[in-house]
């Protein structure tokens, strides 16, 4: 049985609660953003050769992240009269060390397991329901052969800055440590909720919604359990790290 102290039960019951509509904007509004900056420069920068990962490491940075951060830290100034995220980012009680390692481990294992095991599946959604869209649209980094040297350096350099630090810091804040907490009224739902409104965020690769719902479950309904977003944002920043080590290794020597 889950406890929860006597004050986390007074936040929660003083907890803004948002409506599923607002919910529903929220998580998917950033995306929106994106999707209209990034579609008309990414046909224009396709063709000219540059790899549509880099645009869209470019434009997730002056439109996903920017719009998370500024929002929450917006909504502190409102609510602080000072730059701050007390009170709009919860989700912050105190967790012994070893549960970090311990949970953080457990859960970029059961991750790494779903995504490399439903990766076939991922391509078969594709094709079957995704096949309408053009190929410029989906992040590819280009060859090592076609990219200059500039383009390869700083395409590495930023997916591990942007990719697998700022994005899942502020993404976690986001959806984590705030826009969940407001769901706390669905109860056990709320987690659900989260995660497939998170991955229908992912404008960028719909067709792995499926197994990315299954894969992000678990750490959802944990830190909706342990009330601690620094968790999530410890798992992303890693299994996102992870993931663009791998990549970037294959392409180069794969």
């Not at 936040?11 to 900056?37: C, D, F, R, T």
Request: glycine fraction near 6%; charged fraction near 10%; proline fraction near 4%.
């Amino acid at each position: 049985m889950i406890k929860i102290s006597t004050t986390a039960n007074a936040n929660q019951n003083q907890m803004e609660q948002h409506s599923l509509g607002k919910s529903i904007i929220l998580h998917l509004l950033p995306a929106v953003i994106w999707i209209i900056v990034y579609i008309p420069l990414v046909r224009i920068t396709s063709e000219k050769g540059i790899p549509t990962m880099l645009i869209m490491l470019i434009t997730a940075t002056f439109t996903l992240f920017s719009f998370q951060l500024g929002y929450l830290y917006y909504l502190g100034k409102k609510k602080n009269g000072k730059l701050s995220l007390q009170g709009v980012v919860l989700y912050r009680e105190k967790m012994p060390w070893w549960q970090y390692i311990l949970l953080g481990v457990l859960i970029v294992a059961w991750m790494m397991f779903v995504l490399i095991a439903g990766w076939e599946i991922n391509q078969f959604l594709r094709t079957l329901f995704f096949s309408w869209i053009p190929d410029w649209y989906y992040l590819s980094r280009g060859s090592v052969e076609q990219n200059t040297p500039i383009i390869e350096i700083t395409m590495a350099v930023l997916s591990l800055l942007i990719f697998g630090i700022i994005g899942p810091i502020a993404e976690e804040l986001y959806f984590r440590g705030y826009l969940l907490p407001r769901l706390s009224k669905f109860g056990k739902w709320a987690p659900l909720l989260n995660v497939v409104l998170f991955n229908l965020y992912h404008f960028w690769h719909l067709h792995l919604l499926i197994i990315s719902i299954i894969a992000l479950l678990p750490m959802v309904y944990i830190v909706w359990w342990k009330r601690n977003v620094y968790l999530s944002i410890i798992v992303h920043c890693s299994i996102n790290l992870i993931g663009n080590i791998i990549v970037g290794v294959i392409q180069r020597f794969g």
